[in-house]
């Protein structure tokens, strides 16, 4: 990036640091530097930052809390704008939250306040806006469940936006914002009365499962790729051919969760370099200590590689790359 540009992003934004590591910003714990990073307070500031790199020709990218991405160790040659507006509002039974609100945190104060809609969220690592934008979902619930409405900046004609949750797109971990140029600033979403103490044993139970099944002792992006969703009966009667002991419930919801298939092909543990797929759970490989983002990704082709030659099952990613 020119130097003159350099300065202008600063003078406009004293704040803003030059070749940060972005490992220091992901839950993976990898990542080279970027050359610019800002952490934006309030909306305007990132409005006025996306604005300005547009106008000087300058890449950039928004980074929620760092999970699901994985970003390069050659790490990224513009603007990286992370929100740091997070506030949470609570009005009768809705809830809106800001995209830098963090999400365990807007599921613990809603449940608190005896709203129920969100508990599952408690486990979910990240912000608000990553959870919009990937419709995030676990423990029997996901985003498009209780969304209202959705408050982004449409890059189009660089605009402000308001879309109800039936414009947004909504599906399995996607959404129109993974397809469409926006920049989600906060969302909103409609709850229910519930008890808090049933809600408070919910979300206890969700943390003692979390902590069971999944490696939280290790950097991870969460889950490397999607459950697989069969569409037809010939395709379901392939599947109980070429897939042995498919559980009942999988098969009643239509999925096959990445995990299992990755576990059933005698992967857990399978390593390159210290990237690992850890012991624990299938769809989560872990950093050791020391591991590149290469390392990762010949790990996630050699596991796409298996469970195609094995199932002739094809996993998508569900990881976002930053700096490929």
Known sequence: ??????????????????????????????????????????????????????????????????????????????????????DIKLRQQTVTAEAGAITSSVARQTAEAGLAGLEWAVGVPGTIGGAVFGNAGCYGGEIKDNLVSVDCLRLSDMKPAVYPAADCGLGYRTSRFKREPHVILRATFKLTPGDPEQLKHRIEEIMRQRKEKQPLEHGSAGCMFKNFIFKDEGELDRLKRDVKNIPAQMLERK??????????????????????????????????????????????????????????????????????
Do not use: C
């Open 255 to 324: 999925s096959i969760s990445a995990g299992w298939l990755v576990e059933q092909a005698g992967l857990l543990g399978e390593k390159i370099g210290d990237a690992q797929v850890s012991d624990k759970h299938g769809n989560f490989i872990v950093n050791l200590g020391h591991a590149r983002a290469q390392d990762v990704l010949m790990l996630t082709s050699k596991i796409k590689m298996k469970i195609r030659d094995e199932y002739d099952i094809m996993l998508e990613d569900e990881v976002q790359l930053l700096g490929f």
């Open 1 to 86: 990036m020119l130097p003159e540009v350099i300065l202008e992003f600063k003078k406009q934004f004293p704040s803003m640091l030059e070749n940060e590591l972005l490992s220091k910003h992901t839950n993976m714990r990898i990542g080279g530097p970027a050359a610019l990073f800002f952490s934006a307070a309030v909306p305007g500031d990132l409005i006025k930052a996306v604005s300005l790199a547009r106008s000087q020709g300058v890449a950039w990218t928004v980074l929620g809390g760092g999970s699901n991405v994985l970003a390069s160790n050659d790490g990224f040659d513009g603007l990286v704008v992370q929100p740091a507006f997070r």
